[in-house]
């Protein structure tokens, strides 16, 4: 069963590690967007008074503008700079970032099959980084070791930013949490790790960055393991 796993893990990697990349690491730069933004544009956050008669609620419903460095992240993280023409609608760069975000789904799922030890004893080896065995034992660790304790938050993160790229997601998912204003919100809050203010969004900030490595320190795994084949085939 794990060698099934195994060649699913590694063909669907292979060809969406890349993308996968991309998507985490430009959602890792948009973590701190807030804390960023109104550090260094501290007029963005000052209360502003709504026009006379509009009330409070008016006030309420205006948009800060966002910096540009994070309208480009943005537009990268969900569409791929290549964002729809009207809201709702599809475009080529949010349907690819859907697919891509579906197979990290699955990718991660079989990740977690392969990674669980077997015996009592392994369960140490799949928890710890060994940097005095070489440079190969050092980034398998790093892909198997770190990628496990970042896989809950990765899962969090896709299973929840699904509800943007498929309407057909959003309406089952809503169908079974129920549709409204809080869920939405609830969602919003576990994708981007506001729900648990700093804390949760540096531990998002550190596991968006650990699944932006994982496709690469994968690649770099599936090469030397070619590399060597090679070597043993010629020999």
């Given amino acids: 069963m794990k060698r099934l796993f195994a060649k699913l893990h590694l063909w669907l ?4 590690g ?4 991309i998507i985490c690491l430009s ?33 309420k419903k205006q948009k800060r503008p966002s910096l540009p460095f994070f309208q480009t992240m943005r537009k990268v993280h969900r569409w ?24 990290m789904v699955i990718i991660l799922a079989s990740g977690l099959v392969l990674w669980w030890p077997r015996t009592r004893r392994a369960w140490k080896h799949r928890l710890t980084v060994t940097a005095d065995k070489g440079r190969r034992r050092f980034w398998y660790d ?21 509800t943007w790229s498929f309407g057909w997601y959003r309406e089952a998912a809503y169908s079974l949490l129920g549709n409204g204003p809080e869920l939405k919100k609830l969602f919003y809050s576990l994708h981007t790790g506001s ?3 700093l804390a949760t969004k540096t531990l998002y900030f550190i596991a968006s960055l650990i699944g932006a490595m994982l496709p690469l320190t994968g690649y770099y795994l599936w090469w030397k393991k070619r590399k060597q084949q090679r070597l043993h085939t010629a020999k």
């Fill in 27 to 59: 959602g890792a730069a948009l973590v701190f967007e807030q804390e960023i933004t109104q550090m260094v544009r501290p007029e963005l956050y000052q209360q502003q008074s709504p026009p006379a008669g509009e009330g409070v609620q008016a006030g």
């Fill in 18 to 21: 890349i993308l996968i990349s």
């Fill in 80 to 103: 791929l700079l290549d964002p729809p023409a009207r809201k709702g609608e599809k475009s080529v760069g949010k349907v690819v970032v859907g697919v891509s975000t579906l197979v």
């Fill in 195 to 197: 729900w648990g203010g």
């Fill in 142 to 162: 790093m892909h198997v070791s770190v990628g496990f304790y970042a896989t809950l938050l990765l899962l969090l993160m896709a299973l929840t930013g699904l």
């Fill in 13 to 16: 990697s292979l060809p969406a």
